[in-house]
């Protein structure tokens, strides 16, 4: 959930942790190159590859400091200093989705299922408000069980009961009348990731009854709606960790855009000339499985 916003002088005043950012003069002999790549990337938003390429081969001292300097100022003027917290409860951890990579999917008949009744969460949410939180966060797998009346029960509540909070849903892809529904009860945001821009890569991900179409249909739902639509994409899954890549220009409605496709360590090495140190990246991907598997047999572990 979410703290009451408080106006800057107010926090610097209670806590005395906020410090400006100290203006210093840009030295003159600065790389006129970087100057005008960061001042084309602030306006457009937007970054090329050559850009980026330009920007994390910096070296200087200097250069560095002016481009944290640059990109501080942007953050404090779209986020402001304040830190904003939200109460997550994860209500249900039934789905009727089968999505590959996740723990709670259908088919993984070692979770330990559960749902929580309407007076656990009514009870995390009172919890909640007493620590401060001013947005609490439903979140759970897409569960039959919890109808659009129920979602809508649960809203009611706790809308009637903290009048001065806001209502989070994270439960998945559903008709917009189901989140009109939802939205009328009183939710005001709701988070959905779109996890890949890919469609290739989205099937890759899911089962065929999942498109990246329908996911993208109810992003567009919730923001025509009126929702705070909370969204983002997917780190670390295998098809983009591979580490073999080589980057292609292909043309979009006319638009160029940089493609990364993922290829075998000899036709890598022949594309970019560099080592592809097989060996090195077998290693990294035994430890990665060792990790996870250590991490689950001490999870059973601690569980006992």
Avoid at 119 to 138: K, N
Avoid at 154 to 159: H, N
Avoid at 191 to 199: D, I, S, V
Avoid at 208 to 235: A, W
Wanted: hydrophobic residues 35%; negative net charge.
């Amino acid at each position: 959930m979410e703290s009451e916003p408080k106006p800057f002088t107010q926090i610097s005043q209670e806590k005395n942790k906020h410090t400006k950012i100290e203006e210093k003069p840009i030295k003159t002999n600065m790389n006129e190159e970087i100057k005008s790549t960061i001042n084309k990337v602030k306006q457009s938003r937007n970054i090329s590859l050559e850009q980026l390429k330009l920007l994390l081969e910096i070296n200087d001292d200097e250069d560095v400091r002016f481009i944290r300097e640059e990109a501080v100022k942007v953050c404090q003027k779209t986020y402001g200093n304040q830190v904003l917290i939200r109460g997550l409860i994860e209500f249900t951890n039934f789905c009727k989705n089968d999505c590959y990579y996740c723990g709670i999917r259908r088919s993984n008949s070692q979770a330990d299922r559960y749902r929580l009744t309407k007076e656990q969460m009514l009870d995390c949410c009172a919890s909640g408000y007493e620590l401060g939180f001013r947005t609490f966060v439903l979140q759970g797998g897409e569960d039959g069980y919890f109808t659009d009346d129920k979602i809508c029960d649960l809203v009611s509540a706790i809308k009637e009961k903290y009048p001065d909070c806001a209502v989070t849903l994270s439960i998945g892809e559903k008709s917009k009348e189901s989140y009109q529904t939802y939205f009328n009860a009183g939710a005001e945001r709701y988070l959905l990731r779109h996890e890949t821009a890919e469609p290739e890569h989205y099937q890759k991900l899911h089962p065929d009854s999942m498109s990246l179409e329908n996911r993208k249909r109810c992003l567009f739902d919730l923001k025509e709606i009126g929702y705070q639509v909370g969204s983002g994409f997917m780190v670390g899954s295998l098809n983009k960790i591979w580490p073999w890549k080589i980057t292609d220009t292909e043309l979009i409605n006319g638009v160029p855009f940089d493609i990364e496709k993922n290829v075998l360590p000899g036709t890598f090495e022949q594309a970019t000339g560099s080592d592809p140190l097989i060996w090195q990246a077998i290693l990294m991907c035994i430890i990665g499985i060792l990790l996870i598997w250590g991490v689950e047999k001490l999870a059973v572990v601690l569980k006992k």
